[in-house]
């Protein structure tokens, strides 16, 4: 009984680390097609519009 519940709560786990994996790929392939079409000048203007909005000193 007590190896059934370890391997089930193994396999949860490594559910859980398959979904965050596959999580983790699927927001960076996104990044990379939303991202790497962007002009540069727009991407920049966002990071300084972002890091005035946290009062983040840039200048």
Do not use: E, N, W, Y
């Not at 370890?6 to 991202?35: H, R």
Request: glycine fraction near 8%; proline fraction near 2%.
């Amino acid at each position: 009984m007590t190896t059934l519940a370890s391997v089930k709560k193994s396999s949860g786990t490594l559910a859980q680390a398959a979904g965050s994996i596959i999580a983790v790929m699927a927001i960076g392939v996104a990044l990379m097609f939303v991202a790497g079409h962007a002009q540069s000048a727009t991407l920049h203007d966002a990071a300084h519009d972002m890091r005035h909005a946290t009062g983040f000193p840039c200048h």
